[in-house]
């Protein structure tokens, strides 16, 4: 990743809020090229040992419900920048056009075997290949759809400096995020619930995140989610 100068960052960029984050981040470059390297060696590597792996994720998606194997979503990464996210499709088709963007808890629009991949992140494999494209990275904030980044304040525009990732403190903290929401079925109170109460926390883990970051850090991260997801 290359950290663009303060003075051609989007605009929305270019704030007292954001600059504090981008003098941190600016300060650690060395860390940025380090955390580059490692996606894609790692990205690499994943692809190789998980190639076979994904192809029966794959015919599984296929043969238990209708529909493509991959969802696709527009999703924010860095600089406010507009990327399609590849995932294992968990959900039946159309399911984004049927109720809130947020799932709740028992949502009816997850498919049985979609369940078994969220339960360990498998639904997220596909990313690898955004990892190694440069538009995501392994670790970093969850990229958000525009309608959620459009509620951000100053101080989270931050996270936009730096790529989206698969994985992260706050995701680790969150992975139970349906369970949070509970069982609200009405839509417009699903992404009130996500918008007031859950994403300013997220985003808490994620501004701290990027306050400490390190090429270190970052590996703790990717450990510690190995961890969360095997236990």
């Known amino acids: 990743m290359i950290l663009l100068p303060y003075d051609r960052l989007p605009r929305e960029l270019r704030c007292d809020e954001v600059k ?3 003098d941190i981040i600016d300060k650690k470059r060395f860390s940025l090229v380090l955390k580059r390297i490692t996606d894609v060696v790692l990205a690499l590597l994943m692809l190789i040992l998980l190639c076979i792996p994904m192809l029966v994720i794959a015919v599984m ?3 238990t419900s209708k529909g493509p194997v991959l969802y696709k979503q527009e999703r924010v990464t860095t600089y406010n920048r507009t990327f399609r996210i590849w995932k294992f499709r968990t959900m039946t088709v159309g399911a984004d056009h049927a109720g809130a963007l947020v799932t709740s ?17 498998l639904d997220e494999l ?30 989270m525009m931050a996270t936009l400096l730096m ?7 706050a995701s680790i903290r969150f992975k139970d995020e349906d369970a949070i929401i509970g069982a609200v079925s009405d839509p417009d109170e699903v992404d009130r619930i996500y918008v007031e109460e859950i994403l300013p926390k997220k985003m808490a ?20 989610t190995v961890k969360h997801v095997i236990s």
């Open 20 to 22: 504090k984050y981008y």
């Open 61 to 63: 998606v296929k043969a």
């Open 105 to 121: 808890e028992n949502d009816s629009r997850v498919t049985g075997v979609g369940r078994t991949l969220r339960k360990f992140r």
């Open 126 to 155: 596909p990313q690898v290949f955004h990892v190694l494209s440069g538009k995501m990275s392994f670790v970093g904030t969850r990229p958000e759809v525009p309608k959620f980044v459009r509620q951000y304040t100053p101080e």
């Open 163 to 169: 790529p989206a990732g698969i994985t992260s403190l």
């Open 205 to 224: 883990y994620n501004l701290r995140y990027i306050s400490r970051f390190g090429f270190r850090r970052d590996l703790y991260l990717m450990l510690s």
